[in-house]
């Protein structure tokens, strides 16, 4: 079966700028949650998503959004970007949120 | 913050040879997981464990879980070359079930 889809893998974008980054979860799976990565402060968790409501959220500004669709499919969205916002940022998909996560590839951010 | 600790930071040792790797968490929980990640991709879901289990196996993976102690212990046996990767350890807490906080991380280096 196919695995958790994240779209780009690479991303290249200046200052100032906004990106979306597109997640199709697992068939089957409700709940999406989106990560990022960097060296510094380690994976961090970003939100959460079950049948289109976000039920956690991270302590990230409001600069990062994010959404889930009634196909379970989740996109997040970062507005006017920093440097600070290069990352690795991992989607992942649960049936219930409660259980192990599949995670995707990821999409490697890189702001210049 | 709620990250765990994990240690070692970094472990090298030789093929055959058994792997180790400490989690401390910080709250109450309602299970602890285990994932691998290689070289800064995706990561893969190794082993969950409920807070009310205090030992795991999967394969050549065994998971262990002292709630009093808050810790967790992941013992890879007769270590491969294929184990070379970042190890995780992830706490869904109570509260926020659905949201998972990561360890630090311990890099494994298994050598020929």
């Known amino acids: 079966k196919a695995g958790v889809t994240q779209t780009p893998r690479y991303l290249i974008k200046t200052r100032g700028q906004q990106v979306t980054l597109s997640c199709s979860p697992i068939?089957?799976?409700?709940?999406v949650s989106w990560y990022q990565q960097t060296p510094g402060q380690g994976l961090q968790f970003l939100f959460e998503?079950?049948?289109?409501?976000?039920?956690n959220k991270g302590n990230f500004p409001g600069r990062f959004s994010g959404r889930q669709f009634s196909n379970s499919r989740s996109e997040m969205n970062v507005s006017t970007l920093e440097l600070g916002d290069s990352a690795l940022y991992l989607c992942?998909?649960?049936?219930?949120?409660?259980?192990?996560?599949?995670f995707g590839s990821g999409t490697r951010l890189t702001v210049v | 913050s709620q990250q765990g600790e994990e240690d070692p930071q970094a472990l090298s040792i030789q093929e055959g040879e058994n792997a180790t790797m400490n989690c401390s968490y910080k709250t109450s929980i309602n299970n602890l997981q285990w994932y691998r990640q290689n070289s800064g991709r995706g990561l893969v879901h190794l082993i969950l464990?409920?807070?009310?289990?205090r030992e795991k196996h999967s394969g050549r993976l065994r998971v262990t879980l002292d709630t009093s102690k808050k810790s967790s212990s992941l013992l890879i046996t007769a270590s491969r070359a294929a184990d070379t990767a970042s190890y995780f350890c992830?706490?869904?807490?109570?509260?926020?079930?659905?949201?998972?906080?990561f360890g630090t991380g311990t890099r494994l280096q298994v050598t020929l």
């Open positions: 998503y079950f049948s289109e409501t976000q039920r």
């Open positions: 464990i409920r807070s009310n289990e």
């Open positions: 068939s089957g799976h409700r709940s």
């Open positions: 992830a706490a869904s807490y109570t509260g926020t079930a659905s949201k998972l906080t």
């Open positions: 992942a998909s649960s049936f219930t949120g409660f259980d192990g996560y599949t």
